[in-house]
């Protein structure tokens, strides 16, 4: 099967720019999720699709991050205005199932490594 | 909120010796509980996962870890390890019940000497 597309691999911009990821998960996966990946840590969570309904936004920074799940496959994150802090690789994953079985592996994209200057 | 604790953000070992990555959880119910590994600029990819149907799992690459509820843990081991195990493991917990909802450690990262 094919795995997570994300794109594109790396981005580069300046703080209080926009940009925007993208993230097509495997087909029939219900759930979409996607993480932040600061350099040293481990991923956190930023917001969970199920289908295209929101789970879980709760680490979200609402008033710069916004996420949407188009006809419940794809998915776009987009980042406005970027800050200095957001430099981290973001990751895309998608799982089979969610409620109430939780214990679906999750199918990670390659990530995207963005620098903020 | 469920947690886990990663003992150990770097761990070496040498070609051949065992290896023992440490991973204690926090859950009020025994949950489930992964272990993933990355590889450089790669996303993470699922190495064994704990659902309750056995303690002792058994995972890729001839990776396994143990459950101990007494004990709160999941640490995993290899008898091995081999050059090719380089890389960053992550210990992640999902609760039992109601939405599937992963939280990952810090991360180990594993160094393999020659």
């Known amino acids: 099967e094919a795995g997570v597309a994300q794109s594109p691999r790396y981005k580069i911009i300046e703080k209080r720019q926009s940009v925007a990821f993208w993230c097509n998960p495997i087909?029939?996966?219900?759930?979409l999720y996607w993480y932040q990946q600061i350099l040293g840590q481990g991923p956190k969570l930023l917001i969970q699709?199920?289908?295209?309904?929101?789970?879980?936004d709760s680490q979200l920074p609402k008033d710069r991050f916004s996420a949407e799940r188009l006809k419940g496959v794809d998915s776009t994150l987009k980042i406005q205005p970027a800050k200095l802090e957001d430099s981290a690789v973001y990751l895309c994953?998608?799982?089979?199932?969610?409620?109430?079985?939780?214990?679906?592996?999750?199918?990670f994209g390659n990530g995207t490594r963005l620098t903020v200057t | 909120a469920q947690s886990v604790t990663q003992l150990g953000s770097h761990v070496s070992v040498s070609e051949g010796a065992l290896v023992l990555l440490r991973c204690n959880y926090s859950?009020?119910?025994?949950?489930?509980l992964f272990w993933y590994v990355q590889y450089p600029n790669q996303g993470l990819q699922l190495l064994l996962k704990?659902?309750?149907?056995?303690?002792l799992v058994k995972g890729i690459n001839g990776f396994e870890a143990e459950f101990k509820k007494s004990e709160t843990s999941f640490h995993l081991t290899k008898p091995s390890a081999h050059m090719s195990d380089a890389a960053e493991y992550f210990c992640?917990?999902?609760?039992?019940?109601?939405?599937?909802?992963?939280?990952f450690g810090i991360g180990t990262k594993l160094q393999v000497i020659p």
């Open positions: 994953a998608s799982s089979l199932g969610s409620f109430p079985m939780g214990n679906s592996p999750l199918h």
């Open positions: 087909s029939g996966h219900a759930t």
């Open positions: 699709f199920q289908n295209n309904g929101v789970v879980d």
């Open positions: 859950s009020s119910v025994p949950p489930y």
């Open positions: 704990y659902t309750s149907a056995a303690t």
């Open positions: 992640a917990v999902s609760p039992s019940g109601g939405y599937q909802k992963v939280t």
